[in-house]
């Protein structure tokens, strides 16, 4: 059964940070990209950020840009988001996914088949 299962969230005070972790079961996470996306309360879903299958290409929303940054470690087939500087409208949950690679690891949510549940990120004083 192919799964992707996030950890790390939780309730943060502004300026704070959290690492959330992805980690795939069933499959290798190798040679696929992973996005992080995002969705606050009556908000639609929006791209975080994005790792090319080798992971020398990232990308990032304009809201984060200098303030996470996504990595993977293949050998533990686990993605991570770190965020850092975290504001109250970074609140959402937080899911990864997978897809095939594309030419560009770009925001959108084209191409993802294989989604985790979800982790929830508050941002409040």
């Known amino acids: 059964q192919l799964q992707l299962v996030e950890s790390g969230g939780g309730l943060v005070q502004p300026g704070g940070s959290l690492r959330l972790s992805c980690a795939a079961s069933?499959?290798?996470?190798?040679?696929?990209?992973i996005g992080w996306f995002r969705q606050a309360p009556g908000k639609e879903r929006e791209g975080v950020s994005c790792?090319?299958?080798?992971?020398?290409?990232?990308n990032y929303a304009d809201s984060v840009k200098g303030r996470f940054t996504i990595s993977r470690d293949n050998a533990k087939n686990t993605v991570y988001l770190q965020m850092n500087s975290l504001k109250p409208e970074d609140t959402a949950i937080y899911y990864c996914?997978?897809?095939?690679?594309?030419?560009?690891?770009?925001?959108?949510?084209?191409?993802?088949?294989?989604w985790g549940q979800g982790t929830q990120v508050t941002v409040s004083s």
């Open positions: 996914a997978v897809r095939r690679p594309l030419s560009i690891c770009d925001m959108t949510d084209f191409g993802y088949n294989t």
């Open positions: 069933g499959f290798t996470l190798d040679g696929y990209q």
């Open positions: 790792i090319s299958s080798s992971g020398r290409t990232t």
